[in-house]
């Protein structure tokens, strides 16, 4: 790697890696809240097939991911750098997939099809064209600048890009997207969602094009040259211990974080008929994300990244496992509770962008190996698996409790949605605590003797 006399890192940067992610989570993000509630609320397809359909989706990316993480990382560096002309070149088929995912003209249609154009249409954005924009953006961060602290900052903005997503989607939309049917129920309007995932859509685009105009790639990342060897890659990451620890604990993070926030669409309506709330929700999330964000770089370098996640992951699951217990009806208590939950989990999500450029600086010291976009490919594959299984579970353990359009608010069911969005996230943040503490070894003291060794390569 060289370093390029170009500008020095500063706040143009931060703010366009910021709206790197601000445009991927107007898609993400929506998907994550709305895409199950779609399927079984507007299309009538079991929340048990639209769980299968992610899972399965998330195998066929075990593939895309590391066949995108190659693709970059033997591209030829253009004058902007390596990862940016890829943002331009793909935002806008990932945002007209996006919108294609919820087509409620075919509301209906035969079963058959509708279950077809769910395959279809997830995949094309998921797999493909997601995939295709994600893992440059992502990898890009060592790119933008090869100091810890300027890392911690861009993972700290980054998160701060999602929760500005998560502001419009989690406040606005459930407001916007409801409607009340003859017995005074909360019910998603596939007409309202179609023209949400339109503006969610166009807005994604025009964020990807502010990060690809403002951000500065200044260390340049050689193509490689290498001739690809699945073996030896596979090998290669076998040994990896620190990408083994940060891939289990993103699959445990995520499954926790993506319950949490896809479950809402069923536990405010559902159990406690109240969709205000969902949105007041939303906004607390954003909010304690914003103010963690003061104060968590700091407390990241005081700490260590790995010792601090373990601590926030701990916190989380414990709130939630109280909040089972409490089996409160009042939603507005759920949402104190959801609140002091999420600093936890907002602490850890500020500082997982930054564990993976530690995990690629971590390589290139003790193997000798510079490959940020196979590695991140890596990474997002696990994401993805987190994904599957938040989503797979979810949707699995809806149809387990009898969730269909005709039971969605029978008093049974509407218990099992309350446990479900409780200890199933419970259960990932204490895996998560787990795996950080004994399998992922980059503490405080290796990173910054990693730094060290790097930085006096770069001179």
């Known amino acids: 790697m060289e370093k390029q006399e170009v500008k020095k890192f500063g706040f143009p940067d931060k703010i366009g890696y910021m709206f790197g992610d601000f445009g991927n989570d107007f898609m993400f993000i929506l998907s994550t809240m709305f895409l199950m509630k779609f399927y079984t609320d507007v299309m009538g397809v079991s929340g048990g097939l639209v769980g299968i359909m992610m899972m399965l989706a998330r195998f066929l990316d075990a593939f895309t991911d590391v066949a995108m993480g190659e693709i970059v990382d033997r591209s030829q560096p253009k004058p902007r750098g390596k990862f940016l002309p890829w943002i331009r070149r793909m935002c806008g088929p990932v945002a007209v997939a996006s919108f294609l995912m919820y087509a409620s003209w075919f509301a209906d249609m035969p079963m058959g099809f509708k279950i077809f154009w769910m395959f279809f249409t997830y995949i094309l954005w998921g797999s493909v064209f997601y995939t295709?924009?994600?893992?440059?953006?992502?990898?890009?961060?060592?790119?933008?600048?090869?100091?810890?602290?300027?890392?911690?900052?861009?993972?700290?903005?980054?998160?701060?890009?999602?929760?500005?997503?998560?502001?419009?989607?989690?406040?606005?939309?459930?407001?916007?997207?409801?409607?009340?049917?003859?017995?005074?129920?909360s019910v998603l309007s596939g007409r309202k969602m179609m023209l949400a995932a339109l503006a969610c859509s166009i807005g994604a685009v025009i964020c990807y094009l502010i990060c690809y105009t403002i951000t500065t790639e200044r260390v340049k990342v050689p193509k490689k040259t290498e001739k690809f060897n699945l073996k030896e890659l596979l090998v290669s990451l076998g040994k990896n211990r620190p990408l083994i620890g940060i891939i289990v604990s993103s699959v445990c993070m995520l499954m926790a974080q993506l319950t949490l926030s896809g479950m809402a669409s069923y536990v405010y309506p559902n159990y406690f008929g109240n969709v205000a709330a969902q949105s007041v929700s939303s906004f607390v999330g954003v909010a304690v994300t914003l103010v963690c964000a003061i104060f968590t770089v700091k407390l990241s370098e005081k700490l260590g990244r790995k010792e601090l996640g373990v601590i926030s992951a701990v916190f989380s699951g414990a709130v939630l496992v109280i909040t089972y217990f409490m089996k409160t009806t009042n939603a507005w208590v759920f949402v104190i509770m959801f609140g002091i939950a999420y600093i936890g989990l907002a602490i850890f999500s500020l500082i997982t962008w930054a564990m993976i450029t530690d995990v690629i600086d971590?390589?290139?010291?003790?193997?000798?190996?510079?490959?940020?976009?196979?590695?991140?490919?890596?990474?997002?594959?696990?994401?993805?698996?987190?994904?599957?299984?938040?989503?797979?579970?979810?949707?699995?353990?809806?149809?387990?409790?009898g969730y269909t359009q005709a039971t969605a608010f029978d008093e049974d069911v509407v218990k099992g949605i309350y446990m479900i969005t409780c200890l199933v996230p419970a259960l990932g943040f204490f895996l998560l605590a787990l795996s950080l503490k004994f399998l992922y070894p980059l503490g405080k003291a290796r990173v910054a003797e990693n730094a060290r060794i790097l930085a006096g390569k770069n001179e």
């Open 132 to 185: 295709s924009i994600n893992i440059p953006y992502g990898a890009m961060a060592s790119a933008i600048s090869g100091e810890p602290r300027d890392r911690a900052q861009l993972s700290n903005f980054r998160t701060i890009g999602a929760s500005l997503a998560s502001t419009i989607i989690g406040v606005v939309l459930p407001l916007v997207v409801y409607y009340r049917d003859a017995g005074g129920n």
């Open 362 to 401: 971590d390589t290139q010291v003790h193997m000798g190996e510079r490959a940020d976009g196979t590695i991140y490919a890596v990474y997002s594959f696990a994401r993805k698996l987190g994904q599957a299984a938040s989503s797979g579970l979810s949707g699995i353990l809806l149809s387990i409790i």
